[in-house]
């Protein structure tokens, strides 16, 4: 394990996805999050190196979540059942729209929904492990 500020490479012993052999495979969120733990659980138990990008101490700059919401769109994104949501004022709620959702998404980091996965490939929202299991073929 290897920590430089808020991004935290872990490398893990046994075999890498070749496809995805030299890619840099970030995974984005809150460490301490349940979902988190059970991807980066996942990924250590499938031997899948990845740097850690913790939220709360990095945020997110605006130019990667303009590229997330260009590719995912924002509505996967935006974590509408977690607490940072529910203090969401709610005029801002009822008129959320793309612009209003990066807006609150970089002000508020921890209402992005977690893990975003990063192949260097593409982005994956949430972690489902038969999803993980497609995206890294094991």
């Known amino acids: 394990v290897e920590e430089r500020g808020a991004r935290i490479t872990i490398q893990t012993p046994g075999p890498r996805t070749p496809d ?3 890619k840099v495979i970030t995974l984005y969120g809150i460490p301490n999050c349940d979902t988190m733990k059970k991807a980066r659980a996942w990924l250590a138990e ?3 190196d990845y740097a850690l990008h913790a939220y709360k101490k990095a ?3 605006e ?5 997330w919401v260009e590719e995912l769109g924002w509505e996967p ?3 509408t059942r977690g607490m940072m949501w529910r203090k969401v004022p709610q005029a801002v709620k009822d008129n959320i729209d793309e612009a209003s959702a990066i807006a609150l998404m970089l002000e508020t980091p ?4 977690r893990p975003v996965l990063d192949t260097g490939k593409e ?4 972690f489902k492990p038969e999803h993980y299991e497609k995206i890294f073929d094991t």
């Open 123 to 126: 982005r994956h929202v949430g």
């Open 20 to 22: 995805l052999e030299n």
């Open 63 to 67: 130019k990667t979540l303009r590229t």
């Open 46 to 48: 499938h031997g899948i």
């Open 77 to 79: 994104l935006l974590n």
């Open 110 to 113: 921890s209402i992005i929904k």
């Open 59 to 61: 945020g997110v700059d």
